[in-house]
Nanobody
Framework: QVQLVESGGGLVQPGGSLRLSCAAS????????MAWYRQAPGKERDLVGV???????YYAHSVKGRFTLSRENTKNTAYLQMNSLQPEDTAVYSC???????????????WGQGTQVTVSS
């Protein structure tokens, strides 16, 4: 069993900041890439960013310069620091990770349940 749990969402005013966390738990061996996605009402789910196992971040153009990805491999936790938030950033933010459970296992995709981020005055 493997679980990803997001936290840190909430209501924030335009220009504000939030920090999201994604923690892995359960029985697993390795975690490769960890990523954040977001989905606004009536829109498709979009990639926000990816951070590799060696902590290399990649960002969607829409969040470059405002959002920062990081991770603590000893805790198997990924973070998304969101600054200068705007109403367009309102969405459910979900964590995604590639995880193997045991030697020889394939890397499987796991998703968290998502955390709501609402940017409004």
């Amino acid at each position: 069993q493997v679980q990803l749990v997001e936290s840190g969402g909430g209501l924030v005013q335009p220009g504000g900041s939030l920090r999201l966390s994604c923690a892995a738990s359960g029985r697993y061996l390795n975690i490769s890439n960890m990523a954040w996605y977001r989905q606004a009402p009536g829109k498709e789910r979009d990639l926000v960013g990816v951070i590799t196992s060696d902590t290399r971040p990649y960002y969607a153009h829409s969040v470059k310069g405002r959002f920062t990805l990081s991770r603590e491999n000893t805790k198997n936790t990924a973070y998304l620091q969101m600054n200068s938030l705007q109403p367009e950033d309102t969405a459910v933010y979900s964590c995604n990770a590639q995880i193997s459970r045991y030697p020889g296992d394939t890397m499987r995709t796991y998703w968290g349940q998502g955390t709501q981020v609402t940017v409004s005055s």
